[in-house]
């Protein structure tokens, strides 16, 4: 939460020498951090951003209280001067005779208001309106700057009835029901689903949406004569949630929702008694109802010097952990070396355990002021799994041959997913709306997006595809998938073959019917019978597409390599040259002449033209240099092969 | 002996024009100038001309002699220039294509080998993950107001009674409980980084991105080797001369909980329109908050911890002054983008 805090309001409850700027310095290094400091006529406005669990430092006197314990560490006196706690001049009563009130106390731990009659409505003095507006709070009239006043300088909220408006001066705070609807003050009207803080008067109308906002049945006007001085402390749980339910993030919601300090009732109604009497010449009936059936006691929490030391990583005197806990209005009491620590009501909430004390001491001892070593100790004997040096070295291989990688959103639309693809319950838009179960779409998107800016490209992408499971959390498969625009099939399945023989991988390409192919197009890549992935032309698309599951490539990729003895004899090489029928498929022709005898090592295809196809075929034997007389009939087995199988002809 | 000079002259001459090489010449040079050279022994000769044509015979000879230098000397540089082909270096070379690692890519393997310098172990969790995981286990209850800051994406499917509801996963911090409940007996050090999403698109933020999640447990871990660690970080990924700082913050699984700074690499810590300061915020870190060991069955009276979380981009930008306007052109994939990386 970020509050504003004007410098001279400050120092009404701080006395310091400390200059502006030193002061947002320290603040921040030890405590609340203060983001920057404006210019505010001759005065200054601190932006501070006071984190979730120190709703005590949201107002001006919690962080005077804060700088007050900052500050001296940094050698810069500071005093705080503390605010009424206490009156002779009013009794806190539980029955009044102005106001009938029945209170559910869980709902609404202390319960405290009081009457000031024949107020005169006006505006309110000058330093009041701008120190509100300092705040970026518009003044309204002196009865409502009040409220606004002192939660800005306390924290704590505080509400305004019109006193004749609540009928027979009844109150019932009751949890709402399910159906009942509130006119609030800014003249909304809310149907309320049960379970929500309201107040009921003496009719048995609702009056007041409890710590979010005021009911509109009640609230002061300019004709108002006596006005109903409000303070309370509500579970903030029930706050939240009505807040949040019904999306009314008021200032008093976001704070009652944190938890206030019960204690910090009585101060706020004394100040609003003092400011009432002052600016809007009120007469305070002497009797504050006050319905606190559990009043606050101090928790003790219990540790030792050693914790406290191992947890900073350095010694510590005792007596330094007494003035650091003491500065901060903890009470401190050692036995040898156990301390007992008495937390006060305005850090009950945030301060619960060992834990929490310790990072009390550490801030106030300045995490500026500790060393830095890096720890020793055993080694885990768990080092990083190799699978991830694995897609490094894919990634790489791929950027090598001229790939680009790119990383697209997860997240996507209905149509570029399977059925039963997971979706989200608040997509931020139908385009982001579902888990993709397929890297395809998303790849083919990218390439449409570059296309014609670029000639010729290959994108890659790894990540993850998410498919359902029942009653559980849905797989979620890592994948490597890339798109070629402007290659032809050839250079692109060559960078898949390349890839896959870095890997040392011996892959089959298979012809295959697969999803979001076009027919015939498509080729699943094997190894041995276990499919890796896919290759071929998406449906209505020009470019080639593949994808492997990075799992299988790890997990089939050998780790190391066997040396093979180098041959003492040499290979002999030859091309020859083929006619083939129409509509051949010449991988399934290559395939036969590799594996029609263990002498024939290599058969690779060299040219194209027209249906003349020619083949570099390399004859080998581990024993022997093969003669002329032997590689020739090889050589006519092959031409007898091919003329049998596929109706080749050996050209010229 | 003008006629000797003149038959010496013609036969150099013709020896000098046909020869081949630089060996040959070479030699001619030396059967004419050499000691015993033809030339030579003409000059000694001179003596022996009778003294009314002496100068006349000596001013052939040195005309000769000046004749055959100047064509052994030219017949030489022809040779060299007929050794020299035709060729233009400057013709441009062909290219092959240059691909290019993403950003993202780049900075997860940096900040992989920084961290695997000191012994953590890279892993990775759920993307998409159990409430519990993501909140509940790390010390926020249902409804807490803590949760407001994960803008969380929840996805449609049935509740689980043990875990809760499915949600994209907004922190890398929903690995802290993992890691422990997988390691079971500390010590743990481990780098969890992976992809985090948040309902948010903006200049500086987008719906998915990377964070990097680091976590120590083990006996008497401090807030000294929490600072230890990040300066090792900073110094290693962002250069020797930068510190970091820790500031008091607020996360309900740390306690105590910071807000990391480094000191500010344009102005080497002294202040300037990029930092505020001499400082720039890198993100949170805390002690282990006890609630979450105990979430992941670690005895915390005796074992205590620290763990990180940060993003990766975040992270990256701030290193090379890669100013980068708009953080979503990061997972756009624009090729004039991509490949000036």
Request: proline letters at 4%; charged letters at 25%; one cysteine or more.
């Amino acid at each position: 939460m970020d509050i504003k805090i004007l410098d001279s309001w400050l120092r009404e409850f701080l006395g310091t020498k400390a200059k502006p700027a030193d002061l947002a310095k320290y603040l921040s290094l030890s405590g609340p951090s203060v983001e920057r400091i404006e210019k505010f006529g001759a005065d200054s406005v601190y932006d501070i951003e006071v984190t979730t669990n120190r709703i005590d430092s949201t107002s001006v006197y919690g962080i005077a209280r804060e700088a007050t314990a900052i500050l001296p560490r940094f050698k810069v006196h500071a005093k705080l001067k503390r605010t009424k706690t206490s009156s002779s001049e009013y009794k806190f009563v539980k029955k009044v005779s102005y106001l009938n009130p029945v209170v559910d106390s869980k709902l609404c731990p202390r319960f405290c208001a009081v009457l000031i009659k024949n107020v005169k409505i006006g505006d309110s003095p000058g330093l009041i309106k701008t120190r509100l507006e300092s705040a970026g709070v518009r003044a309204i009239n002196n009865v409502v700057d009040i409220s606004n006043y002192i939660m800005l300088e306390l924290g704590q909220p505080v509400h305004t009835f019109d006193y004749d408006k609540i009928k027979k001066h009844k109150m019932v705070l009751r949890e709402s029901k399910n159906g009942e609807s509130i006119a609030t003050l800014d003249r909304k009207i809310f149907k309320l689903n049960g379970g929500d803080i309201v107040i009921e008067d003496g009719d048995g109308r609702l009056i007041d949406l409890a710590g979010v906002m005021g009911g509109n049945l009640s609230a002061v006007d300019t004709n108002t004569k006596n006005v109903l001085l409000f303070v309370q402390t509500y579970d903030p749980v029930r706050i939240r949630k009505t807040s949040m339910g019904l999306a009314q993030r008021t200032m008093a919601a976001t704070i009652f929702e944190k938890g206030t300090d019960t204690e910090l009732v009585t101060p706020a109604i004394l100040k609003g008694i003092e400011l009432f009497e002052k600016l809007c010449k009120g007469t305070p009936e002497k009797e504050v109802i006050d319905i606190y059936p559990f009043p606050f006691k101090s928790k003790k929490i219990n540790l030792n010097l050693d914790f406290v030391e191992k947890r900073l990583g350095v010694n510590i005197s005792k007596k330094d952990i007494s003035d650091f806990l003491t500065s901060l209005e903890f009470e401190t009491a050692w036995t040898g070396n156990n301390l007992t620590v008495n937390v006060p009501s305005f850090r009950s909430r945030d301060v619960l355990e060992p834990e929490d004390v310790v990072e009390e001491i550490a801030r106030i001892y300045g995490y500026h002021n500790l060393p830095s070593e890096v720890m020793s100790g055993k080694l885990t004997g768990r080092s990083t799994s190799l699978q991830f040096t694995f897609e490094e070295k894919l990634k790489n291989y791929l950027s090598g041959w001229g790939g680009v990688e790119v990383y697209t959103s997860s997240l996507v639309a209905e149509d570029y997913v399977s059925q039963n693809a997971l979706r989200l319950i608040n997509p931020l838009g139908t385009d982001s709306e579902y888990l993709r179960t397929s890297l395809m779409p998303s790849l083919i998107n990218a390439a449409r997006q570059n296309s014609g800016t670029f000639e010729s490209f290959h994108l890659f992408e790894m990540s993850n595809i998410y498919l359902p499971k029942k009653n559980d959390l849905p797989e979620e498969r890592l994948m490597l998938a890339g798109i070629f625009e402007g290659y032809k099939y050839r250079n692109a399945k060559g960078i898949v073959e390349a890839f896959l023989e870095k890997l040392r991988l011996n892959a089959n390409f298979e012809i295959n019917e697969s999803k979001g192919f076009a027919a015939g197009k498509c080729s699943s890549i094997l190894i041995g019978t276990e499919k890796i992935g896919y290759i071929g032309f998406p449906e209505n698309s020009s470019n080639v597409y593949y994808e492997f599951e990075v799992s299988k490539l790890f997990g089939l990729t050998q780790k190391t390599t066997v040396y093979t003895e180098i041959s003492k004899y040499p290979s002999q090489v030859e091309d020859i040259t083929f006619t083939l029928p129409e509509k051949t498929m010449v991988g399934k022709v290559l395939e036969e002449i590799r594996y029609l005898q263990s002498t024939i090592n290599n058969a690779e295809l060299r040219d194209i033209y027209k249906n003349s196809y020619t083949f570099r075929i390399s004859y080998h034997d581990n024993t022997k240099t093969l003669t002329d007389k032997e590689v020739e009939q090889i050589r006519n087995k092959i031409l007898q092969k091919v003329k049998e199988k596929f109706g080749g002809q050996i050209k010229g | 002996m003008q006629e000797e000079i003149m038959s010496a002259k013609n036969q150099a001459l013709a020896q000098i024009t046909s020869a081949k090489d630089n060996m040959e010449l070479e030699q001619i040079r030396i059967d004419l100038f050499g000691r015993s050279g033809k030339i030579t022994g003409l000059v000694k000769r001179i003596k022996e001309v009778p003294v009314e044509s002496r100068q006349q015979v000596g001013i052939l000879i040195n005309e000769t002699k000046q004749t055959l230098e100047n064509l052994l000397a030219e017949q030489k540089n022809s040779f060299k220039e007929n050794a020299r082909e035709w060729f233009d270096p400057t013709i441009p070379g062909i290219k092959p294509k240059i691909g290019h690692l993403h950003l993202v890519t780049q900075a997860i393997t940096e900040i992989s080998r920084v961290f695997e310098g000191i012994d953590f172990e890279r892993v990775r969790y759920p993307e998409v993950e159990w409430d519990w995981f993501a909140f509940e286990g790390l010390n926020m209850p249902k409804g807490h107001p803590a949760r407001d800051e994960w803008e969380t994406f929840f996805v449609d499917t049935r509740e689980n009674p043990k875990y809760g509801k499915t949600v994209l996963t907004p922190h890398t911090s929903s690995g802290q409980v993992r890691e422990m409940l997988k390691v079971k007996t500390p010590p743990i050090r481990m780098i969890n980084i992976a992809k985090c999403y948040r309902r948010q698109s903006d200049v500086s933020h987008v719906p998915m991105f990377h964070q990097f999640e680091g976590l120590v447990v083990d006996e008497d871990i401090s807030i000294v080797n929490l600072k230890g660690t990040l300066d090792y970080f900073a110094q290693s990924f962002f250069g020797k001369e930068r510190k970091t700082r820790l500031r008091p913050y607020h996360f309900q699984f740390t306690e105590p909980s910071f807000e990391v700074d480094i000191s500010c690499g344009n102005c080497d810590g002294k202040g300037c329109k990029l930092c505020k300061g001499g400082w720039l915020e890198l993100g949170g870190a805390g002690m282990v908050h006890p609630n979450v060991l105990k979430a992941g069955s670690i005895n915390p009276s005796r074992y205590s911890g620290f763990a990180f979380g940060w993003g990766v981009e975040r992270t990256y930008m701030m290193k090379g002054g890669i100013h980068i306007p708009d953080i979503r052109l990061l997972y756009s994939a624009d090729l004039r983008f991509l490949t000036q990386f």
